[in-house]
Structures are given as structure tokens and as C-alpha cells.
């Protein structure tokens, strides 16, 4: 039981929003890794499907990113112009760091 | 190690396809099961009633045991009563007699003062049917005086004799029945004690008809049915009353004795019904008929309880067959995506001149998906060998093929041309020319052996480990963006100088991840781990991914280790 336990979701909240300006926002709070980055990734291909120009995602609320939560990043990257991570948490901003990934989504602060 | 593998999938592929069925027909044959079952009560009902209905008895035999005391008390309470009012009567009996009796010895026995004497005592409606007067001692005695009937006693000279015997040596009130004539009476004689002549003062009163003294309802021992005894036994004989047709008295009884001249009365009474009224009569039937009542209420909720019980155990039972059969698969498809995991792996890696090369590969602790991490080590030329290691992002079968083309690929490019830089810009091309979705960390690593030095390209994938004795240190690059982001990139390259004996250790993040702290803590826990150690490559790596490996890592992790042997 205890393998099938683990096997369980993170904890993920994820909220769109449009600001003043217009740009698409996705607050993303919680753990994201590869039990529940399918869900973000569906946000994320809804909302680039209409070619934004500009995409942020908020993470100030994001305590754990694995590599499957990069890749839905990335992917973001590729069809919008400009990728912004809003007040990453130093755990994720480090992993952007170390994955060379600042040129691709740069970082607000 | 995959034909084990492989043997033990197929053996438990074979059982996990028959278990569902039996589960099923396991759960479709329950209910019938259940309503078979419904008609016979639980052992803890049939319990919960047996307990109910010994309660019950105990409570109803007390009660009524109470009761019969209760009852018993009462009756010897009225006994007693009647028997007081008994012995009152007994005075106005001896009192005029004994008077009579003293008159007549002082008169010589005049018949006339003894008739004025008694006259007012005797007819209908007073103490006596008869009065007689009797001269004493008489072989044959006869009265020589009679106020009212003729004794019925004068007609019985046998008992007479005896009867007069007796009452000339006792002091006290001579009783008798007088059963034998027409009409039975009682005898009563008093004769004054001392004087060896005198007379005996004789009266006698009538018995009922039948001896039948028929209750009168309302009066003060209406409650009560009796039976009056002369003497001290029940002898029918005897009987001077009674309120019953017929003797002797059943049910609940009590007696009492009362002293009658030199003889007794023995009164025994019996009540109509209950003395202490008829509700308490009925308390114990009331307690036995709520009780038996609440013991069956007891039996059916415990019997309905212990149906839901049985019913959730037998749920559980098929929710644990299903648990079990769901980690059975598990395991299976697990040992599956092992198996293939190591099928993409090179099974043994090269051996090379002047280095000691090692590699691991420690899946994820849960889950069922391959993993894409993957490594080379393969040979570049001049004295030359090439460290590929790569992560495909995501897991599963996709990730384990992506994986497998770009190993595929990468070992192309090498043979092409192994530079670092060169092959992951190459690959980023390979990946970004098609229609591809998904990204991939890669670190290509030249190890010039000779020369001790090391050429590193890395495709955002975290900088190798390198250990020269006591002194570790993370090779230092800027890492470029992983392959698959972006298209016509330039992979840089940074080139380091290696002491003798060093040794690399390079790794994908399943290593030094960990949820809720920075990747720097991780890194600095691997270094921490592995600086210092003198083990064998083999053994170091066994060490690293053990201590390192933390208990619910759900990533894969593969470590290769490069050990210069000068």
C-alpha cells in the first residue's frame, strides 16, 4: 500500500487571470511535479493556442518544481513570445538557473 | 538479469489474469450468500437474547419471589388478627359459665338461681342454644337444670362421662365438639376448682349447617377464606367452620393456634386473591412480558449490527483482494518497466586504457512509468573517451523511446565528431527539426585520459561531480539551455585540467533533488558524501546512491563514475 500511497498527486492549485495590460497570468501554487504537471500543461496549451505575446506565471505561491514542471515551462516557452516567472522561490530559480533555462524564461523580480 | 525478470513477469502476468475473474464471481456470489443468511439470527443476536431473557427470568423470579414473601407476611399478619379477635370471644364464654358454676356450689345447686342466672345468655341470637347444670361427681351424669333446648350432650352418655371427667380436673374452660347427635354443637363446662362435690356449669352452641359460614362480602376479613379446627390438628373431624365448600384450603395458607379452655382452636386461612393488591400481583408478569419484550429489541438491533459488520468485513475482504491483486500488477508492470529501462541501457561499458569507468542505474522507488534518464561511455579516439549522460523529461514508455533515440543519435554524432559543444548543438537540431514535444537535459564530458583533461558541453543538465582526494568540486560551466527548447543554438564548452587519480562522477537529479530545498543543499550533500572516500569506483557509487537516495525518491537516477588510474 505504502508504494501505492506515494503514487498519490501533489498538491497543485492553478489560477488564469488576464491583467490590464492584457497579459495572461497562471498563478501556479503548491508542488508541481510529474504526478500532476499534466494538468498545468493542459492550462498552458488552452492558453497558448491563441499565440499571446506575452505569458507570466506567477509562482510566488510554488514551493517544488521537478523537471516535468520545467518541461511544461518550456513548452510554454516555445509558443509564446516572452516567458516571464514571476518571484520564483529560490528553490525553483536555482533549478532555472542550473538548467541554463534563464535566457528561455526569465525570471521577474 | 532480464530473463529472471522476464520469467517472473510472465508467471505472475498468468495468475493476475485469473484472480480478477475469481474476484468477481467472489463478489457476485456474496449476496445470495447474504439472503440466505438473513433468516438465521446472528450468534451475538441469539447472545444478546439469551442474556436478555436470563435477566429478564432473574428479575421476574425476584420479583415474584418478593411478592410471595410479601404475600406471605400479609397473611400471617391477618392471621394473627383473627386469632386475637378469637381469643376476645373466649371470656364471654368462661365468664358467665364460671360464674354459673360458683352460684351453684353456693346454692347447693338450685335450679331455679342457676335458670334466673343463665336465662339472659341463652335463645337465638345469644352466646348459648342451651344451658345446663350439671351435679358432679356422677358415674352417669345428667342435668338438673336446663334453661333453653335440651343438651345435645344428655343423649351421649358415654362422652358425657368422659367429657365430665375431664372438665372436673382442670381448672381451666372444658371444650368439646358435639358431633354425634342430630345437630352438632360445641360443648363448653366450667366447674369451680377445690370442692370434691359440686356442679358443673354446661352450655352449648351450635355449629352452621354443613359448617358452612358463607363471607360475607364488605366485612373485615372478606379477603380471607377459613377453616376452624377444634384442638390442634386439621382432622375433618374436628371441623367447627368453614367458609369453603370444600377442604381442605389449597393455595397459599397460613394457621395460628389460639388457646381455647383446656383445649385449642386451630384457624386456617387462605386469601381470595392477592393481599397486597392486584397490581403488585401482576409486577413480576409485567416485568417478564417488558422485559422478554426488550430482550428481543436487544436481539434484533445486535443481530442488525452484526449484519453490517459482517457485511462491511466482507467488504473489506473483497476491497483487500482488490488491493492486493492492484499491487500484484503493480509490481508486475514495475518489473516490466525495469526490464526495459535496462534493455536501453548498455549492458556492460567499455573498458578503457588508463581508467576505471563505472555506471549505475537506480529506479525510482514507486511508481510503474520507465524513466528516461540514460548514459554512454564510449570510445572517441586518441586516447580519448566520451560521457554522455541525459534526462528526458516525463516518464513512460514515450520518455524511454525519446530516451532511446537520442542515446542513438548522440552515439552518431560522436562518431562524427565527439566534441562536446558539436554534439549537443547536433542533437538540439535532431530534436527541434521534427515534430517533437518534450525536452531533455544532456552533459557530454571529453576525457582526454593522457593529457588529464576535461572538455564539458552541457545541454542544462547539472555539472558533474570531480573528486581529487580529500577536495571535491563541482566542474564549473554555464550550463545552456536544455535540448529541445530552442533551435540553432550554441552549446559552450569549458575545459578543465584534472590532477592524477581523479575521479568524475556524473549524475542525473534524482540524486540531489529533493521537494522543498534548494538544488545547492542536495549538490552539497553529494559532494559532502562522496570527498574523502577511498572505495573502489564500483563500491563508491553502491555508497553514493544508497546514502543519497532518499525514501520516497520518485525519480530515476543513473550515476556514472570515470576514475583516472595516474
Not at chain 2, 336465662?119 to 352466646?127: I, K
Not at chain 2, 360475607?216 to 375433618?236: I, M, N, W
Amino acid at each position: 500500500m505504502a508504494e501505492l500511497d506515494s503514487d498519490r498527486h501533489a498538491e497543485l492549485v492553478i489560477d488564469t487571470a488576464v491583467d490590464a495590460a492584457g497579459t495572461r497570468i497562471v498563478t501556479v501554487s503548491g508542488e508541481l511535479d510529474i504526478s500532476n504537471a499534466p494538468s498545468l500543461e493542459a492550462t498552458v496549451v488552452s492558453i497558448t493556442a491563441e499565440r499571446p505575446e506575452r505569458l507570466v506565471f506567477d509562482l510566488s505561491g510554488l514551493r517544488f518544481m521537478d523537471s516535468a514542471g520545467i518541461a511544461v515551462l518550456i513548452g510554454a516557452a516555445a509558443k509564446a513570445n516572452v516567458v516571464q516567472l514571476r518571484d520564483p522561490s529560490p528553490i525553483v530559480r536555482r533549478v532555472i538557473e542550473l538548467t541554463g533555462l534563464s535566457s528561455v524564461l526569465h525570471i521577474e523580480s | 538479469m532480464s530473463s529472471p525478470a522476464g520469467v517472473a513477469a510472465t508467471a505472475s502476468g498468468e495468475d493476475g489474469a485469473r484472480r480478477p475473474g475469481e474476484a468477481q464471481q467472489a463478489v457476485a456470489a456474496r449476496p445470495a450468500l447474504g439472503s440466505l443468511r438473513r433468516w438465521r439470527p446472528s450468534r451475538a443476536a441469539a447472545l444478546a437474547l439469551a442474556t436478555g431473557l436470563v435477566i429478564t427470568a432473574a428479575l421476574s423470579l425476584t420479583t415474584l419471589a418478593l411478592y410471595d414473601r410479601n404475600e406471605s407476611r400479609l397473611l400471617g399478619l391477618r392471621v394473627r388478627e383473627l386469632g386475637l379477635v378469637l381469643t376476645a370471644v373466649i371470656p364471654s364464654i368462661q365468664t358467665p359459665l364460671a360464674s354459673a358454676a360458683e352460684l351453684a356450689d353456693t346454692t347447693g345447686g338450685s335450679p331455679e338461681k342457676f335458670r334466673a342466672f343463665m336465662a339472659p345468655y341463652v335463645g337465638p341470637g345469644r352466646a348459648f342454644a342451651s344451658a345446663s347444670l350439671w351435679p358432679l361427681p356422677s358415674a352417669h351424669p345428667a342435668p338438673t337444670a336446663v334453661v333453653g333446648a335440651t343438651p345435645a350432650l344428655a343423649s351421649l352418655p358415654q362422652q358425657a362421662g368422659q367429657f365430665f371427667d375431664r372438665a372436673s380436673r382442670t381448672p381451666l374452660l372444658a371444650v368439646t365438639g358435639v358431633f354425634g347427635s342430630a345437630s352438632p354443637h360445641l360443648g363448653f363446662a366450667f366447674r369451680a376448682p377445690g370442692a370434691k362435690r359440686g356442679f358443673a356449669a354446661y352450655a352449648e352452641a351450635p355449629l352452621p349447617a354443613g359448617r358452612r359460614t358463607p363471607v360475607t362480602s364488605g366485612a373485615a376479613f372478606s379477603d380471607l377464606d377459613f377453616a376452624l379446627y377444634l384442638g390442634h390438628s386439621r382432622s375433618p373431624a374436628n371441623l367447627l367452620a368453614t367458609s369453603v365448600r370444600r377442604l381442605p384450603l389449597k393455595g397459599r395458607q397460613a394457621s395460628q393456634k389460639v388457646p381455647f379452655g383446656d383445649s385449642a382452636l386451630t384457624l386456617v386461612v387462605t386469601p381470595h386473591g392477592s393481599l397486597s393488591g392486584r397490581f403488585f400481583a401482576n409486577v413480576p408478569w409485567i416485568i417478564a412480558a417488558v422485559g422478554v419484550l426488550f430482550a428481543l429489541a436487544a436481539a434484533l438491533m445486535t443481530d442488525r449490527l452484526a449484519r453490517r459488520r459482517l457485511q462491511a468485513e466482507q467488504l473489506a475482504g473483497v476491497l483487500d483482494r482488490v488491493a492486493t491483486e492492484n499491487r500484484e500488477m503493480y509490481t508486475e508492470q514495475r518489473s516490466i518497466a525495469q526490464t526495459l529501462q535496462h534493455a536501453l541501457l548498455p549492458d556492460v561499458l567499455p573498458e578503457f586504457p588508463g581508467l576505471q569507468v563505472s555506471a549505475l542505474y537506480v529506479p525510482a522507488t514507486s511508481g510503474i512509468d520507465v524513466g528516461g534518464d540514460w548514459y554512454d561511455v564510449v570510445a572517441a579516439g586518441d586516447q580519448r573517451v566520451l560521457l554522455v549522460i541525459g534526462d528526458v523529461s516525463g516518464h513512460g514508455l514515450r520518455a524511454a523511446t525519446t530516451m532511446a533515440s537520442l542515446r542513438h543519435a548522440t552515439l552518431a554524432y560522436v562518431a562524427q565528431d565527439p566534441r562536446p559543444g558539436t554534439v549537443l548543438s547536433r542533437l538540439s537540431d535532431f530534436v527541434n527539426s521534427g515534430v517533437h514535444d518534450y525536452v531533455a537535459t544532456v552533459l557530454c564530458a571529453l576525457v582526454e585520459v593522457d593529457a588529464h583533461r576535461l572538455t564539458v558541453a552541457s545541454a542544462g543538465h547539472i555539472a558533474p561531480l570531480l573528486l581529487n582526494g580529500d577536495d571535491g568540486a563541482f566542474v564549473e560551466f554555464d550550463a545552456d539551455v536544455p535540448i529541445g527548447v530552442t533551435r540553432e543554438l550554441q552549446y559552450r564548452e569549458s575545459t578543465v585540467s584534472v590532477p592524477p587519480n581523479a575521479t568524475l562522477v556524473a549524475f542525473t537529479d534524482g540524486l540531489v533533488e529533493r521537494r522543498g530545498e534548494v538544488l545547492d543543499v542536495g549538490l552539497a550533500r553529494l559532494r559532502d558524501a562522496a570527498a574523502g572516500q577511498r572505495l573502489v569506483l564500483d563500491h563508491l557509487l553502491a555508497k553514493l546512491a544508497a546514502d543519497l537516495a532518499s525514501e520516497d525518491h520518485n525519480d530515476d537516477t543513473a550515476i556514472v563514475g570515470i576514475r583516472w588510474q595516474n
